[in-house]
T-cell receptor
Framework: DIVMTQSPATLSVSPGERATLSCRAS??????LAWYQQKPGQTPRLLIY???TRATGIPARFSGSGSGTEFILTISSLQSEDFAVYYC????????FGGGTRVEIK | QVTLRESGPALVKPRETLTLTCTFS??????????VSWIRQPPGKALEWLAR???????YYNISLKTRLTISKDSSKKQVVLTMTNVDPADTATYYC?????????????WGQGTLATVSS
């Protein structure tokens, strides 16, 4: 299995600030990387696929970058509705997910 | 409008078989490229992909659980069923079904709300 490691585990950010979330793969996954947002008690929501393509209806403040083994999700200016847990997922081989980064209000 | 909804027992005893049903609408699992997966999330833990069934009835399983899982579909009823045998308390989780629109791209664009299955005697 390809192991996905996300950091930090928790990120404290003030509204309006920029958030940078990292995801590292144990081996290259090319650009086969997706990001999801999950709020408490809710289902995961697809944000980004193919490393940098925003899913339908996702605001432009969400952007993804990277390739190979290192990936970044950037939220340019955090809104109140963005405080949630974010998961990365590789699909270069059988899908595996990272452990998540919780973005909380500072 | 794409929707998926999971159903199944809330409580299962150890060593029994867990049967989960995903009922979907807004797309056809007979359409080329369409796939439905099962994914689970133990309380407070990360997501784990379990199995996938494709429009052409190809099936894929998480290798660590393969001997315990069976996935099937009834396209006319718009349902996908997952059975997990010999369950253990470690299988306690919220079970989601989710859609993939291209069989070569294993990301999930729509998810159900999930169903919590607790394994306990």
């Amino acid at each position: 299995d390809i192991v996905m490691t996300q950091s930090p585990a928790t990120l404290s950010v003030s509204p309006g600030e920029r958030a940078t979330l990292s995801c590292r793969a144990s081996q290259s996954v090319s650009n086969n990387l997706a990001w999801y947002q999950q709020k408490p008690g809710q289902t995961p929501r697809l944000l980004i696929y193919d490393t940098s393509t925003r899913a339908t209806g996702i605001p432009a403040r969400f952007s993804g970058s990277g390739s190979g083994t290192e990936f970044i999700l950037t939220i340019s200016s955090l809104q109140s509705e963005d405080f949630a847990v974010y998961y990365c997922q590789q699909y270069n081989r059988w899908p595996t997910f990272g452990g998540g980064t919780r973005v909380e209000i500072k | 409008q794409v929707t998926l909804r999971e159903s199944g027992p809330a409580l299962v005893k150890p060593r029994e078989t867990l049967t989960l049903t995903c009922t979907f609408s807004g797309f056809s699992l007979s359409s080329s490229g369409m796939c439905v997966s099962w994914i689970r999330q133990p309380p407070g833990k990360a997501l784990e992909w379990l199995a996938r069934i494709d429009w052409d009835d190809d099936k894929y399983y998480n290798i660590s659980l393969k001997t315990r899982l069976t996935i099937s579909k009834d396209s006319s009823k718009k349902q996908v069923v997952l059975t997990m045998t010999n369950v253990d308390p470690a299988d306690t989780a919220t079970y989601y079904c989710a859609r993939t629109v291209h069989e070569s791209s294993w990301f999930f664009d729509y998810w159900g709300q999930g169903t919590l299955a607790t394994v306990s005697s």
